[in-house]
């Protein structure tokens, strides 16, 4: 089974930049869907987006369309989340997963990291 590991969270001031890694070991994580999801304070977790395998079509929540960018380096085998326009309500806990299939449900991923807080001041 693939182990996932988070970083790059922190704490960032709203408008900023932030760049999460999932880094796999154990398996190719390029071999399936990898997807983002967060969870913030008192709330459920929620998606965020995914990428197909091998690095192949991306599709985004709503909230972060535009904003967020996922992308594969199948050599260093990590997947990257790429947040601009930060804004507060981006503050959570962010979860990478890998996935049967590329799919906002989370019993999709079977496969979760411990996640990487990333907080947005106003």
């Known amino acids: 089974q693939v182990q996932l590991t988070e970083s790059g969270g922190g704490l960032v001031q709203a408008g900023g930049s932030l760049r999460l890694s999932c880094a796999a070991s154990g398996r190719t994580l390029s071999t399936l869907p990898t997807g983002w999801f967060r969870q913030a304070p008192g709330k459920e977790r929620e998606f965020v987006g995914a990428?197909?395998?091998?690095?192949?079509?991306?599709y985004y929540a709503d909230s972060v369309k535009g904003r967020f960018t996922i992308s594969r380096d199948n050599a260093k085998n990590t997947v990257y989340l790429q947040m601009n326009s930060l804004k507060p309500e981006d503050t959570a806990v962010y979860f990478c997963a890998e996935g049967k299939v590329m799919s906002r449900l989370e019993r999709m991923y079977s496969s979760w990291g411990q996640g990487t807080q990333v907080t947005v001041s106003s």
């Open positions: 990428i197909g395998r091998i690095g192949g079509s991306t």
